[in-house]
């Protein structure tokens, strides 16, 4: 359940070519997503390290580490404001009838609509209702306060900023004693949203139209297969669902023991709620099932609230979703945080430590990424959100990120070799098909999928109205470029700060540096000698073998 909140939000890739993105969607994650989730995991138990040092497997790309925590540190940003959003629209749920269920708030204008058109009207636009949505109109108006544009940042939202700053407070509480205490916490917010998944499910599987749904999630509309943008959608949900490329992965990793077993072991499901509670709200309104299908944040905040409005007891309904939605939510938050943290903790040298250290700089990080978020709750925030959300942690920085570590795992450190730390950590080699894939399929289709990301490049535009100013989308590709030019940069200024020749200065460079925990098992096979590590000396490294044991 490491990003289970994208899971529910990405379903939206479904909406234009459901059933035939179960192909390209089930081929990446067998070719891409799972071969590399257990690279970061079982990189991250073999170095012991987080995001950052964990490259000290081949220190010259270490700008590798450097991009992930650039990465998760603007996930670790931006994605709270989902959990805001949600707690709003909880807390928002405990009235009847809903507030977003009806027209004559004060955030309503004169065109405010609450009708339906009768059934049988889908495809005749002559009777499609006209106005605006109740729904639409508190979401934009209410919640968002949507100004006229990203030029336009306008007043702070007080009510989501109170929603903002409690789920910091709780994110930080709940991660601030480290893996141990965050691991009892997501044992509940991994689980628990399954119970109310099948809830949801079983109420949607009873609704009129919820067959129809299900069928149109179901069935492939084999004429998409060639679109591209299907498969942009497929690798992009896969690297999200998998939190690939973000660090947090080679972070828990590194809390395994030595010789724990990482090799073995909802969308989909979640599909099927999602699908059933749009099949009725498409039967309700007489319209396509394409037509009620939204994308990204219309998922959680417009089409399921206008689906529960046409519910039985909506409030229950309402508050069920949402509470889901928080609790995953938070539990992709807390991997993202931990990651973060790891990273961060990892880069400070042992002279540095203090007492709370840990406690402090989650603190601080916290502050930093409250302050941050202060610009996503004014009027403006939701455009300053979207920039966010299409640049910084893109599928096209992830495909950049993963394909890169495939490289230099499989050619550069060499996967042979890799597979052998595997067989010392857990007792046997994986299968080979792993080692194919890190060598020649998975960098393959994350290089294939990223030429299509850039080929198929659109602008970002809001709301398929709302074009963004020329420094707007320049900031976007700032926020790309900050994580993608830390590999390049970094390796660099490494050969040009080395002395010797380039093929002596990429061999040495590509040593990779020893933790103490390595020693022990490399002492058998008698060639200590040849370790390298930044701290002991080569005449220490005995003491250091027998004080590891003892220990």
């Known amino acids: 359940g490491s990003e289970g909140g994208h899971r529910l939000w990405l379903i939206p890739c479904f909406c234009p070519a459901p059933g035939v993105f179960l192909i390209p969607y089930l081929l990446i994650a067998v070719l891409g997503g799972v071969p590399i989730f257990f690279l970061e995991i079982s990189l991250g138990q073999f170095m012991k390290a987080g995001s950052i040092n964990v490259w000290n497997v081949a220190p010259l790309f270490k700008g590798l ?76 108006n209410r919640v968002l306060r949507l100004s006229g544009g990203l030029e336009v940042p306008g007043a702070i939202n ?7 700053l409690g789920c910091w407070l709780l994110v930080y509480f709940c991660v601030w004693k480290g893996v141990k205490s965050t691991g009892k916490i997501v044992y509940f917010t991994a689980t628990f949203p399954y119970v109310v998944l099948i809830v949801l499910l079983i109420r949607g599987v009873l609704l009129p139209g919820a067959g129809a749904g299900i069928l149109y999630y179901l069935k492939p509309d084999w004429a ?65 099932i394409a037509k009620v299908a939204e994308s990204g944040p219309g998922l ?26 928080l609790l995953l939510g938070l539990d992709s938050q807390f991997v993202g945080v931990e990651g973060f943290i790891t990273g961060i903790l990892d880069l400070l040298p042992p002279s540095c430590s203090f007492r709370f250290q840990r406690e402090v700089t989650v603190a601080l990080s916290c502050i930093l990424c409250f302050f941050i978020d202060l610009s996503m709750v004014t009027e403006g925030g939701m ?49 080979p098909w792993m080692k194919w894939c890190w060598m020649v399929l998975t960098p393959l289709i994350c290089l294939g999928i990223f030429l299509f990301n850039v ?31 830390c590999l390049p940069l970094t390796a660099l200024g490494k050969l040009l700060r080395a002395k010797g020749p380039l093929a002596e200065r990429w061999q040495r460079l590509t040593q990779p540096v020893w933790g103490l925990h390595h020693l022990e098992y490399k002492l058998p096979e008698g060639n200590v000698g040849a370790l390298t590590s930044l701290s002991p000396r080569a005449e220490d490294m005995g003491k250091v073998v027998v004080l590891e044991s003892v220990m």
């Not at 007080?158 to 903002?164: G, I, K, N, P, Q």
Request: glycine content about 8%; aromatic content about 22%; proline content about 6%.
């Open 455 to 485: 080929a198929y490049y659109k602008p970002l535009i809001y709301n398929h109205t709302y074009v963004y100013p020329w420094w707007g989308e320049a900031l976007g590709w700032a926020f790309a470029l900050s994580s993608m030019l």
């Open 65 to 140: 580490g450097f991009a992930s925590m650039v990465i998760v540190f603007y996930c670790n940003t931006y994605y709270i404001m989902v959990l805001a959003w949600g707690c709003y629209y909880l807390v928002s749920s405990f009235s009847a009838p809903l507030p977003w269920a009806t027209c004559g708030h004060t955030w309503n204008t004169p065109e405010c609509a609450e009708s339906f058109p009768p059934p049988g009207c889908a495809g005749n636009h002559s009777c499609e209702p006209e106005g605006r949505s109740p729904v639409l109109e508190f979401w934009e």
């Open 300 to 325: 959680a905040f417009i089409a399921y609230p206008r689906a529960v409005t046409l519910m039985p007891i909506a409030p229950l309904w309402a508050a069920l979703f949402f509470v889901m939605l």
């Open 224 to 288: 998409k297969l060639g679109s591209p943008q299907v498969w942009i959608d497929a690798g992009t949900q896969i690297f999200f669902s998998y939190a690939i490329g973000l660090g947090a992965l080679t972070a828990l990793g590194s809390y395994n023991r030595f010789n724990n077993d990482c090799y073995n072991g909802t969308s989909f499901f979640a599909g099927f709620v999602v699908f059933s509670i749009l099949g009725f709200m498409a039967a309700e309104q007489g319209v396509d």
């Open 158 to 164: 007080w009510e989501v900023t109170l929603c903002l």
């Open 383 to 431: 455009y300053v959100f979207q920039l966010f959300d299409y640049y910084s942690a893109s599928g096209t920085t992830l495909l950049w990120q993963a394909f890169w570590e495939c490289v230099v795992i499989g050619w550069v450190y060499g996967a042979d070799r890799f597979m052998d730390d595997i067989a010392c950590m857990i007792g046997y080699r994986p299968f």
